[in-house]
Antibody, heavy 121, light 107 residues
Framework: QLQLQESGPGLVKPSETLSLTCTVSGGSISSGSYYWDWIRQPPGKGLEWIGRIHYRGNTNYNPSLKSRVTISVDTSKNQFSLELTSVTAADTAVYYC?????????????WGQGTLVSVSS | DIQVTQSPSFLSASVGDRVTITCRASQGISSYLAWYQQKPGKAPKLLIYAASTLQSGVPSRFSGSGSGTEFTLTISSLQPEDFATYYCQQLNGSPLTFGGGTKVEIK
């Protein structure tokens, strides 16, 4: 059964860079049938799609974050990563990684358990 | 961006009630809509994709319908474990966008 697990610092200072890694287990990240997404949820609020990567490295980002976001993949480690630069308190959120099916049927499943990242000095 | 408007944002219901949640997309998205259930402190769980296809393992009391711009999620008989927040997501255009959520609480 495929599982995803986010890891990274839970506290980041304003203006610094948020870095998270998602480790995929129980399956290979190197499948052409899927994208690998990052999604976030500020405390008590709704869900925001950040961006995605394919195992071959092509990416697509939410325009609202595009200037600050980089998503990368390491197929040898079965991991993909998120970097968000110049963070502010507005970037405080639970960050989820997830798998997304592409093509004729599209869905996001499974999701990682999520990791809370707080931006504070 | 494709805006997704979900209603109601809050719903109070009793066990056994039939519950309907609606999502409207700002432009046609064919059937590229999914529904998720989220409980406090947990990740969202996929319930329905392609507007009406039930994810494996999801109880049959959940159903989805619609295409184009109007979609509904129906719970035919609300169970205690169904009290949660529900989100729709459009997967037709980039960026992917979510509805604002519907919190289903016990009356």
């Amino acid at each position: 059964q495929l599982q995803l697990q986010e890891s990274g610092p839970g506290l980041v200072k304003p203006s610094e860079t948020l870095s998270l890694t998602c480790t995929v287990s129980g399956g290979s990240i190197s499948s052409g049938s899927y994208y690998w997404d990052w999604i976030r949820q500020p405390p008590g609020k709704g869900l925001e799609w950040i961006g995605r990567i394919h195992y071959r490295g092509n990416t697509n980002y939410n325009p609202s974050l595009k200037s600050r976001v980089t998503i990368s993949v390491d197929t040898s480690k079965n991991q993909f990563s998120l970097e968000l630069t110049s963070v502010t308190a507005a970037d405080t959120a639970v960050y989820y990684c997830a798998r997304r099916a592409v093509g004729g049927t599209r869905w996001v499943d499974p999701w990682g358990q999520g990791t809370l990242v707080s931006v504070s000095s | 961006d494709i805006q997704v408007t979900q209603s109601p944002s809050f719903l109070s219901a009793s066990v056994g009630d039939r519950v309907t949640i609606t999502c409207r997309a700002s432009q046609g998205i064919s059937s590229y809509l999914a529904w998720y259930q989220q409980k406090p402190g947990k990740a969202p769980k996929l319930l329905i994709y392609a507007a009406s296809t039930l994810q494996s393992g999801v109880p049959s009391r959940f159903s989805g319908s619609g295409s184009g711009t109007e979609f509904t999620l129906t719970i035919s008989s609300l169970q205690p474990e169904d009290f949660a927040t529900y989100y729709c997501q459009q997967l037709n255009g980039s960026p992917l966008t979510f509805g604002g959520g519907t919190k289903v609480e016990i009356k």
